[in-house]
């Protein structure tokens, strides 16, 4: 899959949350809070169609804009790709430069304890 750009995130967010949208859905939904006319909008789900990202279907004589990629392979592709790019493909060290720049809460700390024996139990 192409990379998605912050701004077509946008774009598949809106059709991640409330499914087929037609593009004047999307410039009411994205383009209003992101200040963004019609024509960047447009723009932008013209590069996901490229991609091949979201899917047009007709329906009344209108366009509507369905996504193809799910929100669950679109953040594990980011998240690989943040990984391979940042810390050579290992969680471990992004752990620990969060850690180091960012105090973990105790709340996020019992977390990843919890994580961690529980991916430790689907070993045995």
């Known amino acids: 899959m192409a990379r998605i750009s912050t701004a077509e995130s946008q774009i598949m967010e ?13 410039v009411r939904e ?7 006319g019609e024509a960047t909008v447009k723009t932008l789900i013209n590069r996901l169609l490229k991609k091949k990202a979201i899917a047009s279907e007709r329906t009344g004589g209108r366009a509507r804009y369905r996504p193809l990629v799910s929100r ?15 810390f050579g493909g290992e969680v471990a060290p992004l752990v620990a430069h969060y850690a180091k720049h960012r105090p973990l809460s105790a709340e996020e700390i019992e977390r990843l304890k919890a994580l961690i024996a529980a991916m430790e139990q689907d070993d045995d």
């Open 14 to 26: 809106a059709l991640w949350a409330q499914g087929p949208l037609g593009a004047e859905d999307i």
């Open 72 to 86: 669950a392979e679109y953040v594990t592709g980011e998240s690989q790709g943040l990984l391979d790019r940042l």
């Open 30 to 36: 994205v383009g209003g809070p992101q200040n963004w």
